[in-house]
RNA sequence: GCGAUUGUGGUGAAGUGGUUAACACUCCGGCUUGUGGCGCCGGCAUGCGUGGGUUCGAUUCCCAUCAAUCGCCCCA
């Protein structure tokens, strides 16, 4: 048996209407937000990446998925959104467009060659926006506000914003200078890694895991402390911003992030979630001045981040967050080899005119095709045999109420339509066929706001 | 890259160096060839991830391998 390749996996059609419906609700704040989508390949040349990301990156160095293509031209499957985004936005010179903040999203799959684990696999999809062409604190605290809104919309409440700057050029380089000379003594007191990271890039030793309860880190120079002035102010505004728009964060003097693009503000958001472990970062991000520059384009600022879906959907199934349910409008029961014809026509016509329809096609015992009928949840089941044949009519069961009704063959569209329109008699609280459960005498439904005037009670 | 645990029907699983691999659920058929959900009866692994080895004999013991799950690092 061929399976499916390490670190894959398949949405089956019982998950998709979860995929589905977060989809969905992504969309809708993006929509909100005015933020547009922008569909960029899933592979690149490995160059955008190695110049985008940084080569000492994790993700670059150790985990991207590379290969030759027949022209022999290396290229990279995306292990991120931004750097294709950004490419994009360059090559196709939006920075030109009459808009010139280009406030842009994406969803889909991201490559990484990693340990799977929960939350945490080689194929993986990530929702992720980006913001060009103005470097204004507000703009920050918007996107921070936008993927706040976006778990807010997902009901996901128990989230914690963590926020850092670490400053543009200047500020990055004063302070690396810093890192570099306090840590100079200490250094092989660290971890392994830590001392490889000294060398190639000392701004990642301060989230070092391992070491994070040493004197040595505790005690060592912030990024914060070094700021410009200029660069401090940006970061003063971003707060003032967020506690404007009412968002709850923490500033996390060690926040750094894992990618050498980021400059000023990094925010990561975490589940507060035991089943995720160390996986429980979904949203991480922050701004990136320079990139568009570095990978050839005119200087433009850039804030964005970046959701793992993966662990959205954890987070949602924390909250018993279901999708959509799997529904019929119609099952059609054809009794007889004889009117398998005019089955088929009637059910086409159902279909035709948008109802969700379908019929058994093994030849199933009727007590089968009732089961069937039940499985697949349909509202109502038809059946079609040698009597209504000869009456022109067709049996027509109201799988809710177990009403059963025989009407003229040509009216069974119009029938089932009419059926579905009238209100259900049921309220959000009591979720009964009729208000006899909550005891009230009196019990108009409102469809529309799904409550009765039984109160709920 | 490092570490741990686990692989037995469609599912959850029990089990043993020896002849028919429990049990439960699902599913299928029948009781009931035009009315499901309940009940009763019957059926469903020639096989215990794969390949070797030990043995008279291996699903069971050993080795290797593959896969899954989880943890570390790092990330979404």
């Given at each position: 048996?061929?399976?499916?390749?390490?670190?894959?996996?398949?949405?089956?059609?019982?998950?998709?209407?979860?995929?589905?419906?977060?989809?969905?609700?992504?969309?809708?704040?993006?929509?909100?937000?005015?933020?547009?989508?922008?569909?960029?390949?899933?592979?690149?040349?490995?160059e955008?990446?190695?110049?985008?990301?940084?080569?000492?990156?994790?993700?670059?160095?150790?985990?991207?998925?590379?290969?030759?293509?027949?022209?022999?031209?290396?290229?990279?499957?995306?292990?991120?959104?931004?750097?294709?985004?950004?490419?994009?936005?360059?090559?196709?010179?939006?920075?030109?467009?009459?808009?010139?903040?280009?406030?842009?999203?994406?969803?889909?799959?991201?490559?990484?060659?990693?340990?799977?684990q929960?939350?945490?696999?080689?194929?993986?999809?990530?929702?992720?926006?980006e913001?060009?062409?103005?470097?204004?604190?507000m703009?920050?605290?918007?996107?921070?506000?936008?993927?706040?809104?976006?778990?807010?919309?997902?009901?996901?409440?128990?989230?914690?914003?963590?926020?850092?700057s670490?400053?543009?050029?200047?500020?990055?380089?004063?302070?690396?200078?810093?890192?570099?000379?306090?840590?100079?003594?200490?250094?092989?007191?660290?971890?392994?890694?830590?001392?490889?990271?000294?060398q190639?890039?000392?701004?990642?030793?301060?989230?070092?895991?391992?070491d994070?309860d040493?004197d040595?880190?505790?005690?060592?120079?912030?990024?914060?402390?070094?700021?410009?002035?200029?660069?401090?102010?940006?970061?003063?505004?971003?707060?003032?911003?967020?506690?404007?728009?009412?968002?709850?964060?923490?500033?996390?003097?060690?926040?750094?992030?894992?990618?050498?693009?980021?400059?000023?503000?990094?925010?990561?958001v975490?589940?507060?979630?035991?089943?995720?472990?160390?996986?429980?970062?979904?949203?991480?991000?922050?701004?990136?001045?320079?990139?568009?520059?570095?990978?050839?384009?005119?200087?433009?600022?850039?804030?964005?981040?970046?959701?793992?879906?993966?662990?959205?959907?954890?987070?949602?199934?924390?909250?018993?967050?279901?999708?959509?349910?799997?529904?019929?409008?119609?099952?059609?029961?054809?009794?007889?080899?004889?009117?398998?014809?005019?089955?088929?026509?009637?059910?086409?016509?159902?279909?035709?005119?948008?109802?969700?329809?379908?019929?058994?096609?093994?030849d199933?015992?009727?007590?089968?095709?009732?089961?069937?009928?039940?499985?697949?949840?349909?509202?109502?089941?038809?059946?079609?045999?040698?009597?209504?044949?000869?009456?022109?009519?067709?049996?027509?069961?109201?799988?809710?109420?177990?009403?059963?009704?025989?009407?003229?063959?040509?009216?069974?569209?119009?029938?089932?339509?009419?059926?579905?329109?009238?209100?259900?008699?049921?309220?959000?609280?009591?979720?009964?066929?009729?208000?006899?459960?909550?005891?009230?005498?009196?019990?108009?439904?409102d469809?529309?706001?799904?409550?009765?005037?039984?109160?709920?009670?």
């Amino acid at each position: 048996m061929i399976q499916k390749v390490k670190g894959t996996y398949d949405v089956l059609p019982s998950e998709t209407s979860k995929w589905q419906a977060l989809e969905r609700t992504i969309r809708n704040v993006s929509r909100i937000y005015n933020y547009r989508e922008i569909r960029t390949p899933m592979f690149e040349q490995t160059e955008l990446f190695h110049r985008g990301v940084g080569e000492e990156t994790d993700i670059v160095s150790k985990e991207t998925y590379d290969f030759m293509d027949r022209g022999n031209r290396s290229n990279t499957l995306r292990p991120e959104g931004t750097a294709p985004v950004v490419r994009s936005f360059i090559e196709n010179k939006l920075y030109a467009d009459k808009n010139p903040v280009q406030k842009l999203y994406y969803m889909g799959p991201m490559f990484r060659y990693e340990r799977p684990q929960k939350g945490r696999y080689r194929q993986f999809a990530q929702f992720g926006a980006e913001a060009f062409g103005s470097d204004s604190p507000m703009l920050d605290a918007e996107i921070i506000g936008y993927a706040v809104s976006v778990l807010k919309a997902l009901k996901i409440t128990d989230v914690s914003v963590n926020i850092n700057s670490i400053g543009e050029e200047e500020s990055k380089a004063n302070y690396k200078e810093a890192l570099i000379n306090y840590l100079a003594p200490d250094i092989s007191s660290l971890c392994s890694d830590c001392q490889t990271r000294y060398q190639k890039n000392p701004l990642r030793i301060l989230d070092c895991k391992v070491d994070k309860d040493s004197d040595v880190l505790k005690n060592a120079p912030k990024p914060l402390d070094y700021l410009t002035e200029e660069s401090k102010a940006h970061f003063v505004q971003v707060i003032g911003y967020l506690d404007s728009m009412g968002i709850d964060y923490k500033i996390d003097k060690n926040l750094v992030r894992g990618l050498d693009y980021y400059t000023h503000t990094v925010f990561e958001v975490n589940a507060n979630l035991e089943t995720l472990g160390a996986q429980n970062t979904i949203c991480g991000g922050g701004r990136y001045n320079n990139l568009v520059s570095s990978l050839g384009g005119p200087k433009t600022p850039g804030v964005g981040f970046a959701f793992g879906l993966e662990r959205l959907m954890f987070a949602l199934e924390s909250i018993n967050f279901l999708g959509d349910p799997d529904y019929l409008h119609l099952y059609l029961m054809i009794l007889g080899d004889d009117l398998k014809v005019e089955g088929t026509r009637i059910l086409n016509r159902c279909r035709l005119g948008g109802l969700f329809a379908d019929m058994d096609y093994l030849d199933k015992s009727m007590k089968a095709k009732f089961k069937q009928a039940e499985i697949l949840n349909a509202r109502f089941v038809a059946i079609y045999g040698e009597e209504e044949h000869q009456a022109k009519m067709i049996n027509v069961k109201d799988q809710e109420s177990g009403q059963e009704v025989k009407v003229p063959l040509d009216q069974l569209y119009n029938y089932i339509v009419a059926e579905l329109m009238k209100p259900a008699h049921s309220c959000s609280s009591c979720s009964e066929d009729s208000c006899d459960s909550c005891g009230s005498d009196e019990c108009d439904c409102d469809s529309e706001e799904g409550t009765c005037n039984c109160g709920g009670k």
